[in-house]
């Protein structure tokens, strides 16, 4: 039997291992040796990540970059990819000098209170600057040359089959429509273009995959990277925006915080699922940012439609149009994607679009809408500036006290953990006394100014939504067009890049942690019909003119309400046209009201109801005389103020200056003069003296030299000046001469002949040309 037979052949080979124990009993049998069986293969073995993070310069590197880069490490650590295949490149390095910056939150409600005064600055929260640091991570410094020499290492390194995972979260550039010049902001001013990055990812081996998740401005011009070559490494992507379009953190309202974006999105749900094309799909719809998330493959289907629609000769929307009218007949085989559009369309308030005509209707109306949302919250906020200032200047002049507390020279000096304590106490006081001495008035223009603000915020992003909408709708165009129509070569590559695409991180994913904060879905936006509502009631009125306060001491000087602006130009076809305002008119107030605060006239007519009409008090030469005037809804696209001023050949109007130098000016003395409209401050009308005296001298052109600013300002310019100047210096304290000339610029210069007659008048100087008169060329002495 065999197993006797086995057994007996076991004994006799035993024997000759056991001489003396023939009396004992026979041994149990032996199992055979068998060789362990090889373990199986480590998935992470073959996974390499290179992430970077530029940053410039301590000033823009900005910490939400370094969180980022710590979060997707954790995630990468987790999934067990080797702590070892994972390459850091951000700001400086290892170097300990800080590189990076961040900001903790304005801790006081009413600190808006001081935006754009002088004291602002002083008294926000100071910006920290701390040394990038990743815990048990070696940094590399975010440089050109050290990427090139990572890139030139792991050429030896990364074989065919392996997978490298480029991630970069940083700024990123645009300087024209080619999408291959844009580029990675890296350390210092390094930037990496498309092409540069190629030229490096081409050093690595054929059947290598590189997978880019890019976060910066403008990332999409790297989708141009993709390839499926088989001569050289396939390449494709997943990026936060279009090639055309800035990133969250371009937006001032997310400058520096912490749980928004593309970056903040995608790591999330690639944590949760450890599946990048799944972690896309989510970011479309969670993403509550005004990012554009795309991949490779929508932008290769995207490139073939355009091509198809040209060759038809068609728009590229009425083409994918025409594809997606059958597409959508077949609920079933595209009943995945129609949920796709439905929850993205749902999570940002718009209609599920059947058609890109469709989109491109929404698109249409939500950008005018952001446009008058935009118009609105920039016009509060000028309101808002010329009130805060002059409501600190009041509140100081009435409160001298605080005069020393908050100087210049006490500011400069203030300790930083002093400020918030000074910042409370002088919110203290400035706040009753604002509410007592103003009402309301500021509280309204903050408020108003606040909620423009946000619904236009809120408007981007359901912009972006539409360019979501619109990449969905484009690839199922696309993918539908391969079915049908695409050849061969081009299904291999589409095939290729979406099987690029797919990366799985190796590991399971974690169990979901019900109380993860991150977890909860971003809040309900407003519904659009709501946002337009709040655009028509915070819209502000407007009457059309361009206008400049009065110096202090003139106007004390003349009796004139605090309030007084003077008209420096007006729209053609405006309220302020219609009702007969003129350049030159001093605004006063409504009768009996007089304004009381520096160019008080912008809020008033901002708050006032537009299409009723309203009855402004006006100095006008001598004479105070009422106007009638109507507002009208602030225009989306602010027409040219007209300035004035006499034309070519017409008769100069009269000068009626205050002389600080030289003699009184006479325009009809039969001599020529050249007037130069200038301030101490200005750069262009100093760099335009030396010609300006070089035509005097060699056309005897007395040249007349017209300032706004006070006696004590020319004092002192003139303590410091040893350069030549005219000879004749007059002070326009009123800005009269500035406004009957159409002058709102500086330098600004207008030639008048012997008999009185302008020849010449012009704004601005540079040289070259140099001054713009016929028949004049300065040979520079």
């Known amino acids: ?22 009396a004992a009993a026979p041994p149990p049998p032996v199992a055979p040796v068998v060789a362990p069986a090889p373990p199986p293969p480590d998935p992470a073995a073959h996974f390499h990540v290179l992430m970077i993070n530029g940053g410039g310069n301590p000033d823009i590197n900005f910490q939400p970059h ?20 994972i390459s850091v490149f951000a700001g400086d390095g290892d170097d300990p000098a800080p590189d990076l910056v961040s900001r903790e939150p304005q801790p006081e ?20 600057f701390e040394s990038s640091v990743i815990p048990d991570v070696r940094l590399h410094a ?9 890139f030139d290492d792991e050429a030896h390194v990364l074989q065919p089959g392996d997978t490298l995972l480029l991630y970069v979260t940083d700024h990123g550039n645009r300087s024209g429509p080619d999408p291959l010049t844009n580029t990675i902001q890296l350390w210092g001013k390094d930037q990496l273009s498309v092409t540069e990055l190629r030229d490096l990812i081409h050093e690595l081996s054929p059947g290598v995959r590189v997978v880019s998740l890019m976060s910066q401005c403008f990332s999409g011009g790297f989708a141009a990277l993709s390839t499926t070559s088989a001569t050289e490494p396939r390449v494709c992507g997943y990026f936060s925006s279009t090639a055309d379009r800035p990133a969250y953190g371009c937006f001032p309202e997310n400058v520096g915080k912490e749980r928004v974006g593309h970056s903040f999105h995608f790591i999330q749900a690639l944590t949760s699922s450890r599946h990048m094309a799944d972690a896309h799909a989510e970011v479309l719809a969670d993403d509550d940012t005004p990012d554009v998330p795309l991949r490779s493959s929508d932008v290769f289907l995207d490139d073939l439609l355009h091509t198809k629609a040209v060759e038809h000769s068609v728009r590229v929307e009425a083409f994918a149009d025409e594809i997606l009218g059958a597409t959508w007949r077949d609920q079933a085989a595209w009943q995945g994607e129609r949920a796709q559009v439905d929850r993205i369309a749902g999570a940002f308030g718009l209609k ?20 008058r949302l935009d118009t609105s919250g920039k016009a509060w906020k000028a309101a808002l500036s010329d009130a805060t200032g002059d409501n600190l200047q009041g509140f100081l002049a009435a409160n001298p006290t605080w005069n020393e507390r908050v100087s210049d020279a006490a500011l400069k000096t203030l300790p930083g953990d002093s400020a918030r304590g000074l910042t409370t106490s002088l919110l203290s006081e400035l706040v009753p006394w604002t509410h007592k001495d103003k009402g309301d008035r500021l509280d309204t223009l903050e408020h108003r100014g606040e909620l423009a603000t946000e619904a236009s915020y809120r408007t981007e992003v359901r912009i972006a939504a539409t360019l979501r909408l619109r990449a969905v709708l484009m690839s199922l165009a696309g993918r539908a067009y391969l079915d ?9 590559d589409y095939a290729a890049l979406r099987a690029c695409e797919d990366v799985t991180l190796p590991g399971s994913p974690p169990a979901a942690a019900a109380s993860d904060e991150a977890s909860t879905p971003f809040a309900s936006l407003p519904s659009i019909a709501d946002d337009e509502k709040l655009e028509h009631d915070v819209h502000p009125a407007w009457i059309g003119i361009g206008f400049s306060a009065i110096r202090d001491d003139v106007r004390k000087e003349r009796g004139l309400p605090d309030g ?11 309220p302020a046209k219609d009702a007969g305002l003129v350049p030159g008119d001093l605004i006063l107030g409504p009768p009996g009201k007089p304004f009381t605060a520096r160019n008080q006239v912008r809020a008033w007519t901002m708050l006032s109801l537009a299409d009723q009409p309203e009855t402004l008090e006006v100095a006008r030469g001598k004479k105070h005389v009422e106007i009638a005037i109507v507002p009208r809804p602030y225009p989306s696209e602010l027409p040219a103020v007209v300035a004035g001023g006499p034309d070519v050949g017409a008769h100069a109007p009269p000068l009626n200056l205050r002389a600080y130098k030289g003699v009184n000016v006479n325009l009809a003395d039969g001599t020529p003069h050249l007037l130069l409209f200038w301030a101490t401050w200005c750069k262009p009308c100093k760099a335009s003296l030396p010609e300006v005296l070089a035509f005097e001298r060699a056309h005897h052109t007395q040249v007349v030299a017209i300032t706004d600013e006070p006696k004590a300002t020319l004092d002192a310019f003139f303590k410091t000046w040893k350069q030549p100047f005219p000879k004749t210096v007059a002070i326009d304290d009123m800005r009269a001469a500035f406004v009957a000339y159409g002058i709102q610029g500086t330098p600004g210069f207008a030639l008048i002949d012997g008999k009185g007659i302008v020849r010449v008048r012009a704004t601005g100087y540079s040289n070259p040309p140099g001054l713009a008169i016929d028949g004049w060329k300065w040979n520079g002495k």
């Not at 969180?67 to 067990?80: D, E, F, I």
């Not at 409600?109 to 910006?127: A, G, I, K, N, Q």
């Not at 975010?142 to 990572?150: P, S, V």
């Not at 049908?484 to 291999?492: F, K, L, N």
Request: proline share 6%.
């Open 564 to 574: 007084t602006s003077m008209v420096t130009g007006v729209v053609p076809g405006s």
């Open 484 to 492: 049908r129509d695409g050849t061969p070569a081009q299904r291999a």
């Open 109 to 128: 409600s009413d600190f808006w209170m001081l935006h754009d005064t002088r004291v602002e600055r002083p008294l926000e929260t100071p910006r920290h």
């Open 352 to 371: 599920p679009p059947q058609s890109l005509a469709d989109l491109e209707a929404q698109y249409g109306e939500l950008n005018a809408l952001a446009r």
């Open 1 to 22: 039997m065999p197993r006797l037979h086995t057994l007996a052949a076991a004994g006799a080979l035993l024997a000759t291992a056991s001489l003396a124990s023939c």
């Open 66 to 85: 370094l969180l980022h880069l710590r979060a997707l490490q954790g995630t990468l650590l987790a999934s067990g990819i080797h702590a070892d295949h």
């Open 142 to 150: 975010a440089t050109k040359d050290g990427l090139k020499k990572w």
